[in-house]
């Protein structure tokens, strides 16, 4: 009995690393074909309309919720020492170094990523991939590579609106408060932001979309299973993308700091 649990958790480790081996050569293959001009651009932007503008709502929600109560936060901390004029400077930077990417791309994994996981894992269990595959169709140029490249460039953009709601919900929670003016709160929110602090941060969102992209592609188009594989598609691809993200997000903060020196 012994033997066969212990055999079985090797089959399991076996099984977790032939899955990560698949799916990072579906990232490079995707990333290959994305760097070659010959992506469908219909596809793409009928995407990037489902992933970014229909995500829009959620996003501007929440950053100016985040906003909000970093302000309240901020200066719960900061009255203690008497520094409550600085908490503009103080979201400004949160936000645009770090709350704010990350915030959109966990937010974009629960949306999109499930969508994603969802729909091509339909597709797959109801035999809709094999019978473009059967018309001549590039299955995964078509529905893979569109959906990769919609979520690298549309995750960009919902960060740069997720600061700006963000921003916006500080200050009218500190107005509420304070009664200080939007230029006051805006000349000092960004008074201390340079463009290493923001541009690196911002870009860093476009590698987010590739990596939930690519692992919610590769879960829904391996699918197996019926509906419950379906399901299963869909809720792993919101768990593995957030982890991965979480984990990407600590390398490219370090890589960051080490290409820029000035943004430490």
Known sequence: MGIAMQSGKTTGVRRGFERIGGAALFALRALGAILRPSVDTFETFRQLYKFGWRSLPLVATAGFAVGAVISMHTRSTLERFGAEETIPEAIGLALMREIGPLVTGLLFCGRVGAGIGAELGAMRTSEQIDALESLAVDSFRYLAVTRIAACIVALPVLTIIMNFCGILGGYLAETLIS??????????????????????????????????????????????????????????????????????????????????????
Request: glycine residues 10%; positive net charge; charged residues 10%.
């Open 179 to 264: 009664g200080m003016s939007l230029a006051t709160y805006v000349t000092r929110a960004f008074s201390v932001v340079e463009f290493v602090d923001y541009i690196p941060a911002t870009l860093k969102t476009a590698i987010f979309g590739f990596l939930i992209g690519s692992i919610a592609c590769y879960l829904g188009y391996n699918a197996k299973g019926g509906t419950e594989g379906v399901g299963t598609a869909s809720t792993q691809s919101v768990v593995f993308s957030s982890i991965v993200v979480i984990l990407a997000n600590v390398l490219l903060v370090k890589s960051i700091f080490f290409v820029f020196p000035e943004a430490r």
